[in-house]
């Protein structure tokens, strides 16, 4: 049987790739931290791609819960097979780092960068033995660009992007891929707040994003027609660049 795990598959950009990779045939591996209600209505979109799901809940950034729960499934279920790894669970708290207590700045880590180790090491060593892999993940323009506010979130997601281009060398050789996307303004709970009609003039393409549009990249970075294509980042911004 062969999975796809998606980090924050609950909400949002998640949930859209957890779509798409149901639609190329993948059973997945649908990973939330809270929102059970959310987490079960992106199940039930998936599987009407004929596929199953699992409902696993985890906070990314808590390796014990990390092990109890995805750790010890790969462990009791040997025969499966998680083939895609969507690293897309994240959050931001801004603030200007002049107020930026040290909560506010380690949450934002915790997450984001030791989230991306805690479940990536796992699987990544399953994919080295089955020699297949596709690794996603799911960084941010403020991680390419840095954006006032969010030297938290922009550090974080920076430190991501040095680790997707470190390990798409390491593991090459072992048919495994490694690319990050990076979006601009998306329209998801995320960006709620976020007045689309302030920063239109700014985005070249005149508009936020959708979730939909960055799974459809995701899922082609996913797929085996991407297999001569590793350690990139590619940018889902309607054209806002640095
Ligand atoms: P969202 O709508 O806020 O959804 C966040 C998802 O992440 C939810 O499924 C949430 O689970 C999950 N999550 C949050 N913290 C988690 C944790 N500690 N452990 C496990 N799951 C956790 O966000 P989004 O806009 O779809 O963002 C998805 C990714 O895209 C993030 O990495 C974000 O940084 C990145 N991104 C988004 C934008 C944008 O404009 N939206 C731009 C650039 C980058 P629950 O439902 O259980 O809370």
Redesign the pocket.
């Known amino acids: 049987m062969k999975y796809a795990l998606v980090?924050?598959?609950?909400?949002?950009?998640?949930r859209a790739v957890c779509e798409k990779l149901a639609e190329m045939g993948y059973n997945i591996i649908i990973?939330?931290?809270?929102?059970e209600t959310?987490a079960k209505e992106t199940a039930a979109l998936a599987e009407q791609h004929g596929v199953s799901t699992l409902l696993m809940k985890?906070?990314?950034?808590n390796k014990e819960e990390v092990n109890s729960t995805l750790v010890e499934w790969m462990e009791s279920n040997p025969e499966n097979k998680i083939e895609i790894l969507v690293n897309?669970?994240?959050?931001?708290k801004d603030a200007l780092f002049m107020w930026m207590e040290e909560d506010l700045w380690q949450s934002v880590l915790d997450?984001n960068i030791a989230?991306f180790y805690n479940v990536t090491k796992p699987v990544f060593s399953k994919m080295l033995s089955n020699r297949y892999g596709r690794i996603v993940n799911?960084v941010?323009?403020s991680g390419i660009k840095g954006m006032p506010g969010q030297t938290n979130y922009s550090a974080a997601k920076a430190a991501v992007i040095g680790a997707t281009k470190a390990l798409a060398q390491e593991v090459g050789r072992a048919k495994i891929t490694v690319n990050a996307v990076a979006?601009?303004?998306?329209k998801?709970?995320?960006?709620e707040g976020i007045e689309e009609k302030q920063y239109r003039s700014l985005i070249p393409l005149r508009r936020f994003g959708t979730?939909e549009e960055v799974a459809d990249v995701v899922a082609f970075l996913s797929s085996e027609k991407a297999s001569y294509v590793t350690g990139e980042v590619i940018s889902i911004n309607g054209g806002l660049h640095t």
Do not use: E
């Open positions: 980090t924050g598959g609950s909400r949002g950009i998640g990973n939330y931290n809270s929102n959310a985890f906070d990314v950034a897309n669970a994240g959050f931001r997450v989230g799911v941010s323009l979006p601009g303004f998306i998801t709970d995320m960006t979730a």
